[in-house]
């Protein structure tokens, strides 16, 4: 598979990683790991991990993310 920002920049590289909001396959260079907190429905209330987990996204859905 290949990162679909280089495809429509006219170049081609291996993806590593899929944009977990929009689901594009994305290399190194266009990939950002954001950390996320997962919340799961326990009982009355959420429940969080104590440590974070990672969330891959691309760039237009980042900053996107932070617009919102």
Known sequence: ME???CSEQGHRAASVAI???CGAAL???HVTAV???PHRVAGMGRATPPAPARRMTCHTCRRARRLA
């Open 35 to 37: 950390e996320h907190l």
């Open 19 to 21: 944009c977990q909001d």
């Open 3 to 5: 990162c679909f920002d």
């Open 27 to 29: 290399c190194g260079e």
